[in-house]
């Protein structure tokens, strides 16, 4: 692996170092022009991640939440949207084609999220009082998921990776936000120094107790579930529609697809199809991918890199 020719390095679509990550080198641009522009009000709330975390589920579930008195289970757009489309990415849906939008008429609270790591997020979200929410996946699922996403996009299998070489490049840091580690920590001891400004959720924890965890979720973003929401079973229900099974099944998550970037050189958009966002959604499908020299590898990495922090990751359901 050591002597693998350099311009692997760089999958087709290209990933770029920036500020210390490693920036997917079409959204570079956009990732500036979101540093540049983007002014934060005290009550938005942005929803942070590494790729392939369980980001679309929990924005499913924080649109339903922000939005559960404006809409029934029957008339919600999630019914007919792919998530992206209520929360959409900075750097890939809000700042496009080098256009500055106008976001000062969108309602409040403004639904946001980004994969950018929080040291290089713009100064006015660090200084305003609006929320993050950071979602976090142990990195071998994130690996996998990642792994996996890629060979629907061909993104990155078609830069020609095995998956050994793909896991050896994650254990470099030179994979898309990358590396996983300072992604993790940068957002990991914001939360612990300010735990009002950066709620850190696992998704293993989602996994585990979803209702606990979204009564969490609601009080951390100002909207509380009431006694009477409570007795009516309104988590419960919300928990459901965001289910892996049930928003797989709709149409729009069947046969839809979603832009994420810019138009391309000839005018057009790459279009992902929406399926490619809901797989498996298990804890522990990676066992089903490494091999003992690959665990090896992987748990040498996270033992260096997170051995002097308090955060533990969770591996098998
Ligand atoms: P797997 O590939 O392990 O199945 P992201 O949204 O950040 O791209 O993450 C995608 C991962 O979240 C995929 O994991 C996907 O299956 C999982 N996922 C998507 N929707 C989910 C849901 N409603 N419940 C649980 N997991 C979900």
């Known amino acids: 692996l050591a002597s693998l020719p350099k311009a692997k390095s760089f999958s087709p679509s290209g990933i770029t170092l920036y500020q210390d990550f490693w920036c997917p080198t079409r959204l570079l641009q956009n990732v500036i022009s979101f ?89 006015s979200i660090k200084e305003s009082k609006c929320r993050i929410i950071y979602l976090c996946r142990n990195p071998f699922d994130t690996l996998v998921s990642l792994w996996q996403f890629g060979s629907h996009l061909c993104d990155i299998r078609s830069s020609g990776w095995t998956f050994e070489e793909f896991v050896e490049r994650f254990c470099e840091g030179k994979e898309v936000f990358g590396p996983f580690w300072s992604h993790v920590l940068g957002y990991w001891k914001e939360s612990i120094e300010n735990p009002n400004k950066v709620l850190f959720l696992k998704y293993e924890d989602l996994k585990e107790d979803i209702i606990h965890q979204m009564k969490r ?19 419960e229900d919300i928990s459901k529609l965001c289910s ?5 099944d709709l149409e729009v998550n069947k046969n839809g697809k979603h832009s994420f970037s810019d138009v391309n050189k000839n005018g057009k ?25 690959m665990l090896e590898r992987l748990n040498k990495m996270i033992e260096g890199k997170f051995k002097d922090s308090s955060l533990n990751f969770k591996y098998l359901a």
């Open 217 to 235: 979720l609601a009080e951390f973003i100002g909207f509380p579930f009431s006694p009477d929401e409570l007795k009516q079973g309104v988590v």
């Open 35 to 123: 540093q540049n522009h983007f002014h934060a009000h005290d009550h938005d709330i942005i929803l942070a991640s590494k790729p392939k975390s369980g980001t679309t589920w929990l924005k499913a579930i924080i649109f339903s939440i922000v939005n559960r008195t404006q809409f029934t289970l029957t008339n919600t757009p999630l019914l007919t949207k792919v998530s992206h489309e209520l929360v959409p990415f900075f750097e890939a849906e809000v700042y496009r084609n080098n256009a500055i939008p106008d976001l000062t008429t969108m309602s409040s609270p403004r639904l946001f999220s980004t994969h950018v790591p929080y040291a290089s997020l713009p100064k």
């Open 269 to 293: 958009h790459n279009f992902v199809p929406n399926k490619s966002f809901y797989r498996k959604g298990e804890v522990g499908d990676w066992v089903n991918h490494f091999s003992p020299s």
């Open 244 to 248: 892996l099974n049930v928003l797989k």
